[in-house]
């Protein structure tokens, strides 16, 4: 069985898998994580390997808790791929869009696919039917773009996530929320097409916190799967440790 941690910004997902089937899921704040790893080594004792995608963001405390229970897998740049990485700044590509890519790779080999993941930034990962990953792009998600709106001007509120109840806000919370909203969706569909006309047969993951959010409301054919990043550690961990 393996741990898969994926450490975001305030909070943690917790994954078990025995081989390639997710038996447990929890997202915690990382000041409960020990706690959570605790309960976790309990119930599943056959854990033997846990993987982590964002280092930096853990404390030595922390880290040494997790080294103490389990062989623990460190993903970075140098890590062992079953793919091609064509990334020009591999050092500077986050491990969780490795990921992503390690995911795609084992569920839809030899075939060009886009993973987007609408997360605390909005990130396209494109690996082509040769195995090949090319790299895409970064975005502002959602929650960023309510945020730059208040933060950057002296009288816009700070929004929560609200599907627009029309294309025409009649009101600055309902014109922010058009904005916001609407610009993301098009922004997908739009880097949807753009791939579509140089890739007839894309196949579109769409992964992320907003991804359910989106999901219903986007022109384009998607595939939708919240557990594609916690997928793509647990093989990437197999791929290098089996």
């Not at 994580?33 to 982590?52: C, F, G, K, V």
């Not at 869009?97 to 084992?106: E, I, S």
């Amino acid at each position: 069985m393996n741990l898969v941690i994926d450490v975001g910004n305030s909070m943690v997902k917790l994954a078990v898998f025995d081989k390639d089937q997710m038996v447990f899921k929890d997202t915690v704040p990382i000041g409960r994580l020990n706690r959570n790893i605790h309960t976790i080594s309990l119930d599943y004792p056959q854990i033997e390997w846990a993987i982590i995608s964002s280092v930096a963001r853990l404390e030595t405390s922390r880290m040494m808790a997790l080294e103490e229970r389990f062989k623990l897998f460190k993903l970075d740049h140098s890590s062992k791929l079953p793919f091609e990485n064509c990334y020009k700044t591999p050092e500077t590509l986050g491990v969780d869009r490795l990921a992503l890519v390690g995911a795609a790779f084992k569920t839809y080999p030899n075939t060009d696919v886009l993973i987007i993941d609408a997360g605390t930034c909005i990130t396209f990962d494109f690996i082509n039917n040769k195995n090949a990953y090319l790299g895409g792009a970064i975005s502002p998600g959602i929650d960023m773009r309510y945020k730059a709106l208040h933060n950057l001007t002296a009288n816009l509120p700070l929004l929560d996530v609200k599907k627009p109840d029309s294309l025409i806000g009649n009101s600055t919370q309902g014109a922010m929320h058009s904005g916001v909203v609407h610009g993301v969706l098009k922004e997908i569909d739009g880097v949807i097409q753009a791939y579509q006309q140089k890739y007839p047969d894309l196949t579109v993951i769409l992964t992320g916190g907003d991804a359910k959010f989106l999901s219903k409301q986007l022109k384009s054919s998607i595939f939708a799967n919240s557990n594609f990043l916690l997928e793509g550690l647990n093989y990437l961990l197999q791929f290098n440790t089996i």
